[in-house]
């Protein structure tokens, strides 16, 4: 067990971050997005650990990690939402927020990007799924919507492939 270090985030060498399943507790700094300000991160994978609170805030309002492509915050303990600036990573790929204990809507930008995988599953997601337009994606799209209680819960995972 341990803590993602704020000092990370001054790292301004790396590439490719990836501490899935390390037990990792607490939060993630919003110190990891200085890493976007050279635009040498790709990816930053966290699944499986112990995260908790909320998926960390931009540092600079017109920030942007451009050449993002993989985003990875599945099956942890955030309680918030799925973040609005999310739809700024214009060259994201692979977005996964699965079994994260997330609420709220889904943004309708996540459609505008040209992802080749989204993971929203096992949250706790409501309102109207935005329009993805498979096809458009070359994906499958795999969606599987449950009534509980007058609201929506939605699992979704967009795959290349396979459901």
């Known amino acids: 067990m341990g803590s993602i270090p704020l000092e990370l985030g001054y790292n301004s060498s790396l590439q490719d971050i990836d501490f899935s399943y390390n037990l990792l507790n607490g939060s993630v700094p919003a ?8 635009n040498k991160l790709v990816s ?27 985003l ?9 939402v799925v973040p609005d600036f999310i739809t700024g990573f214009t060259g994201l790929k692979e977005f996964d927020v699965s079994e994260s204990k997330l609420f709220g809507l889904v943004p309708e930008g996540l459609s505008r990007l040209e992802l080749e995988k989204l ?40 795959c290349s492939g396979f459901c």
Do not use: E, Q
């Not at 110190?31 to 050279?38: A, F, I, Q, Y």
């Not at 930053?44 to 540092?59: A, D, E, Q, T």
């Not at 990875?72 to 918030?80: E, I, S």
């Open 72 to 80: 990875d915050f599945g099956r942890n303990l955030f309680t918030r």
């Open 31 to 38: 110190s990891v997005w200085n890493l976007c300000d050279n």
């Open 119 to 158: 993971n929203l599953s096992y949250n706790n997601l409501s309102g109207v799924l935005p329009n993805f337009g498979g096809s458009r994606f070359g994906v499958v799209v795999c969606i599987d919507v449950c009534a509980f209680k007058h609201l929506m819960k939605m699992m979704m995972v967009i």
């Open 44 to 70: 930053f994978r966290v699944h499986g650990n112990l995260l908790s609170g909320s998926i960390p805030k931009l540092g600079l309002p017109n920030a942007s990690c451009a050449n993002l492509i993989v």
